[in-house]
């Protein structure tokens, strides 16, 4: 879905990209055409059939976002990514009793020195809590910066200037603390994989 939204010039960062617009679907219309049928227009921007379900699901989202909607409600942005962050933070809000969840998946394709393989993953899940009305969100941002800045209070960084967090004396308890606060990152090495890996994994 954002890979459309990206194609139908709606995440522009282009300054020429400015919007003034009465409403949603109006900002809509003015990125895909102002005449003739809306699913038709997107469908021939994405060069996809107009029955294709790639758009059927694009169709949806935009009604989500209210983005099909008369409803008159300004829009004014410099860019379209301003106009479409504003849509979403008022379309995508929270509402009482839902929570969030935030997903992280990295994947490390490593070679060894006698040639072999190895994959290595590190995968971490956090939801918000739903009665509190803390977002999982604001724990994984604000818990590490907190963590840091402690470590920082507490003089247990020996390295200073700008430094990433990359270093062993800052991942290492930042990491031990993330623990204490049910952040755990899961862990998998798989070794010996075959090296046409290499190329699917683009390295």
């Keep these: 879905i ?12 282009d300054p020429k990209s400015h919007v003034s617009a009465g409403s949603a679907a109006e900002f809509l219309r003015h990125a895909v055409g102002s005449t003739g049928d ?19 699901r694009l169709m949806l989202a935009l009604e989500e976002f209210g983005m099909l909607s008369p409803e008159h ?3 004014t942005a410099p860019t379209s990514l301003d106009a479409m962050s504003k849509i979403l933070q008022h379309s995508l809000k929270l509402n009482p009793g839902e929570r969030d969840i935030v997903c992280l998946f990295h994947e490390f394709g490593i070679e060894n020195l006698d040639g072999s393989y190895d994959v290595q993953t590190s995968s971490l899940v956090a939801y918000g809590d739903a009665e ?6 604001a ?3 604000g818990i590490p910066a907190a963590i840091a800045t402690r470590l920082l209070l507490e003089d247990a960084v020996a390295t200073r200037g700008v430094i ?40």
């Design 2 to 13: 954002m890979q459309c939204l990206l194609r139908l010039g709606l995440l522009s960062l």
């Design 38 to 56: 809306l699913k038709s227009l997107i469908a021939q921007r994405l060069g996809l059939p107009a029955a294709d379900p790639l758009v059927a």
């Design 73 to 75: 409600s300004p829009i």
């Design 132 to 137: 509190s009305g803390e977002t999982a969100m």
């Design 139 to 141: 724990r994984t941002v």
């Design 164 to 203: 990433r967090p990359t270093l062993k004396e800052i991942y290492d308890p930042l990491l031990q603390r993330l623990e204490h606060k049910g952040l755990v990152f899961a862990e998998h090495t798989k070794h010996g994989v075959h090296n046409s890996l290499q190329r699917k994994m683009k390295w």
